[in-house]
């Protein structure tokens, strides 16, 4: 059993390292067919890492456990053929700086004999079980990837919700190939409606006002990029449920709107007054709201598409037919005015956060073991958790590098005391 | 030659490109790579030739790994008379603030008192390419010009002692 595993050189297999991920490498270290051993394998000097998605947090925890065990066998699992999760399949197309971390991690497949085994759920293919016999270490960085559903939309009891409410993980999935996705339903519209002020909801905006040439020119395929100009869109709502200097969107994301050309924005939030800004050292909340001040004040008087940004309200319903036709929302601080706000909408795109899937296989909170350590990503004995599924759908790529450090951290001192206090085992592997 | 690369990094691609300069230079050279949250002041010496791979975070920010080390400079403002370094910075041209946070850190070592040497390498992500074969390119110019100042030191020692 422990011999199927393939040793560090058949990992770096050249077919393997000339394109991670292309395909399921032949030499997979467990197959759907493998059964567990009768005994727990002893810990040796250089574990058996088996971590469970390619996502960033996946990634980066084999980088900083390889960099500390040059000679474990580290085997990264994923449900895609391909590799990167988020990367992939949620950083927008356009942001070339950010896909490529991307090529930071085709070298653990490439050079630091990390394999990558593909197409395959942990919970039906391989279950964690025997997963757990074959690796001295599992971790789990499954993320999170569902998007959260806004309540007060689903429960009007007296009509189902109108088609044409759209997830923004649904979305950005498909403007980035994802297989399981398709642009069936997918009707944008004249006008659409923005739910949520985060980096997502400013990846949304760029993205539906960018040409169909510029699209296709980052390999957005055909039939997304007719779904998202069929409109073509003439008018995009953005509204959120606080002030625009706590809004989530990083100040980089708003500035990056202001070259998208033929738009006017503009912005329903109060000035802040002169005496509140300090100019040479402004906080955040500062610069977030000036950088929503600049994007309106640099952008052109008329202008064939518009953008309006309306900070302070909380979504309450969608109204229609069929389709989508209003949305409503009131004021976030009930004591403000006005009390609601209503948009007309051919679409509404919620770019509102994500959660566990429905049905999701690994489910962190039933996998934890009583004694687990959360922060530090111990579930069990040899099982860790990394990433959105061990602390949340919050935090950028960079968090999800130093969450992983980590983990990485408490699965290296774990292992090493293991060792430690059984040298003996070291003898019997080396 | 004793290089001392220092990176600063958010999403880890300063720190393979760090990675890649030991690799590049540690068969002829003694070379360590220190991440500047690391960084404490009294190891940096005249003795050694620094090698800075800094990356850009957000508006312009320094990367979080960065920022320790800039804060312990401001607030000792040690004497860096003497230390020669050269610069690397990774950032991306689509934001107006390409490259800003290597700049933060270079204008801080040159304010107290350090030498830059060299051409201020840059890598640009906007095209989506990785920094490490730019980096690598940028040392080996960078040694091939030390190596050079080198020899015409050596040579305008040799005159000296001629003349004498």
């Not at chain 1, 590799?83 to 971390?101: C, E, F, M, N, Q």
């Not at chain 1, 980035?176 to 944008?188: D, F, K, Q, V």
């Not at chain 1, 050292?281 to 309106?296: F, G, S, Y």
């Not at chain 1, 290296?412 to 070291?426: C, F, G, K, R």
Request: proline letters at 6%.
């Amino acid at each position: 059993m422990v011999n199927e595993t393939a040793t560090p050189a058949e990992a770096a297999a050249p077919a393997e390292a000339a394109a991670p991920g292309a395909a399921q490498p032949a030499e997979a270290p467990l197959s759907a067919a493998s059964t567990p051993p009768a005994a727990a394998p002893a810990a040796p000097a250089a574990p058996r890492v088996a971590i469970v998605g390619a996502g960033p947090a996946g990634c980066y925890t084999a980088q900083f456990l390889r960099k500390r065990w040059p000679d474990a066998s580290i085997v990264i699992y994923d449900r895609h053929d391909a590799p990167y999760g988020l990367i992939r399949y949620g950083v927008a197309p356009d942001h070339l700086g950010t896909k490529a971390i991307a090529k930071q991690f085709d070298r653990l497949f490439a050079r630091d004999r990390v394999q990558f085994v593909g197409a395959t759920d942990i919970g039906t293919t391989i279950t964690l079980e025997q997963l757990q016999a074959e690796f001295d270490v599992v971790v789990l960085a499954t993320g999170l990837w569902a998007d959260r559903v806004i309540d007060s939309f689903q429960t009007d009891a007296s009509a189902p919700v109108p088609s044409g409410v759209y997830g923004s993980g649904r979305l950005t999935r498909l403007i980035n190939g994802h297989p399981a996705e398709s642009t069936e339903g997918l009707h944008i519209g004249r006008r659409t409606v923005i739910v949520g002020n985060g980096n997502v909801a400013a990846d949304l905006v760029r993205l539906m006002l960018t040409s169909a040439e510029v699209l296709a020119s980052h390999g957005v395929t055909a039939d997304v990029i007719a779904a998202l100009t069929a409109g073509p869109l003439e008018h995009i709502d953005v509204v959120g449920r606080s002030p625009a200097g706590v809004a989530k969107f990083d100040v980089a994301m708003i500035k990056e709107l202001a070259k998208l050309p033929d738009v006017r924005f503009t912005s329903d939030s109060a000035e802040p007054p002169a005496s509140a800004v300090t100019p040479d050292a402004p906080t955040l909340d500062q610069a977030k709201a000036a950088a929503i001040r600049d994007l309106v004040d640099g952008s052109p008087a008329t202008a064939s598409r518009t953008v309006a940004f309306h900070f302070g309200f909380t979504p309450d319903r969608v109204s229609g037919g069929e389709r989508v036709e209003r949305v409503t929302f009131r004021a976030t601080d009930p004591t403000a005015l006005p009390a609601t706000l209503e948009l007309a909408a051919d679409s509404v795109c919620t770019a509102v956060g994500f959660t566990e899937t429905a049905g999701a296989l690994l489910r962190r909170d039933a996998i934890a073991s009583p004694t687990a350590d959360l922060e530090h990503g111990r579930l069990a004995d040899g099982l860790y958790c990394v990433g959105w599924f061990r602390r949340g759908p919050v935090g950028t790529i960079p968090a999800n590098r130093a969450d992983a450090r980590t983990v990485a951290d408490a699965i290296i001192a774990d292992v090493e005391a293991a060792l430690h206090t059984s040298p003996q085992l070291i003898k019997e592997t080396r | 030659m004793n290089f001392v690369i220092l990176y600063g990094t958010e999403s880890g691609n300063a720190e393979t490109v760090a990675d890649d300069l030991v690799d590049e230079l540690s068969a002829d050279n003694d070379v360590q790579s220190i991440d500047m949250t690391d960084v404490e002041l009294d190891t940096l010496t005249a003795d050694a030739f620094y090698l800075v791979v800094c990356s850009t975070h957000g508006d312009g920010g320094l990367p979080a790994s960065a920022v320790p080390f800039a804060e312990v400079l401001d607030a000792e403002q040690p004497d860096l008379t003497g230390i020669r370094y050269a610069m690397f910075g990774l950032g991306d041209s689509s934001y107006e603030t390409y490259s800003r946070g290597s700049e933060r850190i270079d204008e801080r070592l040159t304010a107290l008192g350090a030498t830059r040497v060299g051409d201020y390498g840059r890598h640009d992500a906007s095209d989506g390419s990785l920094p490490n074969d730019t980096a690598l390119e940028w040392v080996r110019n960078l040694v091939a010009g030390l190596d050079a100042d080198a020899d015409a030191d050596a040579d305008l020692d040799d005159v000296a002692a001629v003349a004498r």
